[in-house]
Nanobody, 115 residues
Framework: QVQLVESGGGLVQAGGSLTLSCVVS????????MGWYRQAPGKQRELVAT???????TYTDSVKGRFAISRDNAKNTVYLLMNSLKPEDTGVYYC?????????WGKGALVTVSS
């Protein structure tokens, strides 16, 4: 059974940094494109960053230059380094494949950025 477990969220002041981690179990995800998704309060979930098996990355415009996605296949883990955080980055962050696997989403990591 594939499971996704996110961690590393928290409360941070604007301009601060956080690193999120996502451990993938029950699946050999080395060949999958993985993504970090964000759901802001009252909004739909959106894809903010992706990383391919070859480690090519993409970012939504609002986080370009501030966020960095990476992966450690040996640890079955995907990371999201978030710098220069803004209040509009507040939300619950989830990881999943891109496109998402047809499995229950993890609980996510809550990120709250205060102004």
């Amino acid at each position: 059974q594939v499971q996704l477990v996110e961690s590393g969220g928290g409360l941070v002041q604007a301009g601060g940094s956080l690193t999120l981690s996502c451990v993938v179990s029950g699946s050999d995800f080395r060949h999958d494109t993985m993504g970090w998704y964000r759901q802001a309060p009252g909004k739909q979930r959106e894809l903010v960053a992706t990383i391919t098996a070859g480690r090519s990355t993409t970012y939504t415009d609002s986080v370009k230059g501030r966020f960095a996605i990476s992966r450690d296949n040996a640890k079955n883990t995907v990371y999201l380094l978030m710098n220069s955080l803004k209040p509009e980055d507040t939300g619950v962050y989830y990881c999943n494949a891109d496109p998402p696997l047809m499995i229950p989403w993890g609980k996510g990591a809550l990120v709250t950025v205060s102004s």
